[in-house]
């Protein structure tokens, strides 16, 4: 979000500037309503178009803040003005909203847009009784905080970020994973777990969605770490799915087949955690250790290359990996010829493999071929060198 430089204008009154247009009333869905209905109101401009994806994506998110925002007090109203390329989009799109509109006229809209040098849309410009204009976009700061980013300047958008990123580097687990109401997380069967019962664990916080695939393929193999983990070390390590599902009916099937625990499907802290953690892409895994330091954001990494070897997922146990396999590898020879195929094996460091001798998978070192896919294990290796 670049800086909330304001500009100062002598005709912010958009009353004044809607009569010196010659608009004469507003419309909502319903019908013609007269501009003093906006008198003493702090008035927002929706700059929206019905063709438009993201419009119509954001709107729901703008509906929540208006009658939030409503709800408290506040005397405000939004105004949309319209993109749309003729008027029965116009009233299509208009139907979907709640707060008041400029009738439709392509040329008087256009005009709008170039007053408040509008570039891209959706796009939300609060206008201020002292007639401050807010210039930068605020849907971004709207779709993360809500009615939160009210009264939409830049030291509110300043104690937003500063609030996420105690959360993200004092992570409270009651306070992260918690909402109004709520202080409990649920099972795939629907039992409820107080989340103080989480306290003291390594917790893995994970972002996936049944949709998408790279997600389904994760989650066996987190289901292994999280298996073997239990067997092995008891009731240590804990992990909560924050989905990002379409829908309650994709959510229900994803954590239907998960054996850890997960935020509601109809909570906002789902939505909050993605934010706070600024999850760009899913499947995602984040780490916090039992003293509510977060341990790792790039838990898928560290489970997908170590598996549960890497419990407990801090910075100087991969250390410690990192330097037992460099060590490993320094203790085998460089290179390799294998009487069952044609070309030299050279060590090389590899994610994942498949061992061409013992069909078994492999991970780290292996003896592979520039030239054709051919891989061996290391312990083949020896087995032939002994043979």
Known sequence: MAGFQAEYIDDYDILKIFAAEGVEFLVSSEGKVPLSECDGKIICLFFSANWCRPCRAFIPHLIELYGTLRKRGLNLEIIFISLDHDEDGFKEHLKSMPWLAVPFDAKLHRRFINKYQVD????????????????????????DYGADSFPFTRKRYEELKAKDRKKREEANLEELLADEGRDFLITGDDRKVPISQLVGKTIGLYFCAYWSPPCRAFTIQLMDLYNNLKAAKG????????????????????????????????????????????????????FVGPDGKVTSTNGKFIVSSYGAEAFP??????????????????ALPQQFEDVKHEHVLKLDMAKAYVCDSCKEKGKFWAFSCDVCDYDLHPSCVEKVNKD
Do not use: Q
């Open 120 to 143: 891209r849309i959706p796009s939300f410009r609060p206008l201020y009784p002292d007639g401050t204009i807010v210039e930068d976009d605020l849907i971004v700061t709207i779709e």
């Open 235 to 286: 009731d240590c390590c804990e992990v909560v799915l924050i989905s990002t599902d379409r829908d309650l009916k994709e959510f229900n099937v994803n954590r239907s087949n998960m054996p850890w625990l997960a935020i509601p499907y109809e909570d906002k802290t789902r939505h909050d955690l993605c934010r706070i953690f600024d999850i760009k892409g899913i499947p995602a895994l984040v």
């Open 313 to 330: 997922f801090t910075e100087s146990r991969i250390r410690d990996l990192e330097a037992a396999l460099r060590k490993e590898g320094e």
